[in-house]
Nanobody, 125 residues
Framework: QVQLVESGGGLVQAGGSLRLSCAAS????????MAWFRQAPGKEREFVAA????????SCADSVKGRFTISRDNAKNTVYLQMNSLKPEDTFVYYC??????????????????WGQGTQVTVSS
């Protein structure tokens, strides 16, 4: 089991920045592929970004490419999502997720076994 706890969400004006953190406990953090997803009320959860166990390979959704960066610090058991140039359409609950390693970086929520409780990000215009 891996327990995930997100933090860093909040209210920010359009054009601003936030950094989300996800602290992991339980099993060895560096064994897991990590990802961020986001979800609006009544909508499906959508992929934001993911990275490999080493953090050397990343993938992100086209909608956030060039603005969001995923990274991890295996010594601190933490994965981050740096969000710059935020837009009102980035308003979602953001979730951290973990899964065992596999070929490629999965983008479907069903591919991830462990989830945090989510943190709200609201971008005002």
């Amino acid at each position: 089991q891996v327990q995930l706890v997100e933090s860093g969400g909040g209210l920010v004006q359009a054009g601003g920045s936030l950094r989300l953190s996800c602290a992991a406990s339980g099993r060895t953090f560096s064994n897991y592929v990590m990802a961020w997803f986001r979800q609006a009320p009544g909508k499906e959860r959508e992929f934001v970004a993911a990275l490999t166990r080493s953090g050397l390979t990343t993938s992100c959704a086209d909608s956030v490419k060039g603005r969001f960066t995923i990274s991890r610090d295996n010594a601190k058991n933490t994965v981050y999502l740096q969000m710059n140039s935020l837009k009102p359409e980035d308003t979602f609950v953001y979730y951290c997720a973990a899964t065992s390693p596999r070929v490629g970086l999965p983008v479907a929520p069903d591919d991830y076994a462990y989830w945090g409780q989510g943190t709200q990000v609201t971008v005002s215009s």
